[in-house]
């Protein structure tokens, strides 16, 4: 500051009035908006991969924006833990994806067809678990399978019907852990498509060496990805159509404990500001920041929120 304070009086005001501007902000992030969450504390969580981390760092930042004094904790691994969180109370909210909610927690064998009819079956199904979907964002973070281009190319291959018809020697896939029990995962996918691959075949990795070992080609031909994800045109793969719609919608939106939206009503308008910003191609563009680039979630977030004008 230049202005020169020339009298004591003066200085302990304007001490007194920036102690209270740091205070309304929460301490959290620049620009706040509101107070309207003011006493709204805890933690948003997230699974195991980059989208999940840079939603929950979006979503806490816009809250913190809004008065809360809330925290990512992005430390948990799998799915079923996550949501075992949310039940418990141990998170405020996380990011839940409608295919994954209706086929792995809500017992369901077939998805829905049709994004909003998937969400509505969802948010109901949900609500009598005491758990309240806010309005969703429109991408849709659905499982595929990638092959590197040259591959693809010389297999002549364009969707999973194609894959199930080569000879066996060349269905070879690279799958995660989760992915390999579930039933809008492999188990599920081999019965629709009549893949039948010996064990040897499968080869099972973290969900970010999938991408990699998928470009170059030694593991596997054939890596699950997700849609949404960065590093299928950074690493030039391409996605088989999945022609007999065997995966369901996953699209994203934030998940919330009833109780404590009551409490705090607020926020659902505050991430209505967000989610309808957030689509496919948006989060591949963030997503691609962190997986590609070697950017931070956090950063990506905050920067993301700033650049929107929503922080």
Do not use: H
């Amino acid at each position: 500051m230049n202005t020169r304070i020339i009298a004591g009086t003066a200085a302990m005001l304007i001490a007194a009035t920036t102690l209270a501007g740091c205070a309304s902000s929460g301490g959290s992030t620049a620009g706040s908006e509101s107070d309207e969450l003011a006493g709204l504390t805890g933690e948003i969580g997230s699974k195991d991969f980059s989208e999940q981390y840079i939603l929950a760092y979006i979503t806490a930042g816009i809250l913190n924006a809004n008065g809360a004094d809330v925290k990512a904790n992005t430390k948990l691994v799998g799915s079923a833990n996550v949501r075992q969180a949310l039940e418990n109370d141990d998170f405020l909210g996380y990011w839940e994806y409608t295919g994954t909610s209706w086929i792995t927690y809500n017992g369901n064998t077939a998805p829905v067809k049709g994004a909003e009819a998937q969400f509505d079956a969802v948010k109901e199904a949900d609500a009598a678990n005491g758990i309240t979907w806010l309005d969703p964002a429109p991408l849709n973070n659905t499982y595929a399978f990638a092959v590197r281009s040259s591959e693809a190319d010389k297999l002549g291959v364009t969707s999973l019907s194609d894959v199930a018809k080569l000879p066996v020697k060349d269905q070879t896939f690279c799958i995660e852990s989760e992915f390999s029990t579930r039933d809008d995962g492999w188990p599920g996918l081999k019965a629709a498509y009549g893949i039948d691959v010996p064990d040897s075949n499968v080869t099972l990795l973290d969900t970010g060496v999938i991408y990699t070992a998928t470009q170059k080609g030694t593991d596997c031909n054939f890596g699950e990805v997700f849609q949404t994800d960065g590093r299928i045109p950074a690493l030039d793969l391409v996605v088989m159509d999945d022609d007999l719609e065997f995966f369901p919608v996953y699209q994203g939106g934030l998940t919330v404990k009833t109780a404590t939206l009551d409490e705090y009503p607020g926020i659902a308008d505050i991430m209505a500001k967000i989610s309808p910003k957030l689509t496919t191609d948006v989060m591949q563009k963030l997503n691609a920041q962190v997986d590609v680039d070697g950017e931070d979630p956090e950063d990506v977030a905050q920067q993301w929120l700033e650049d929107e004008g929503l922080i």
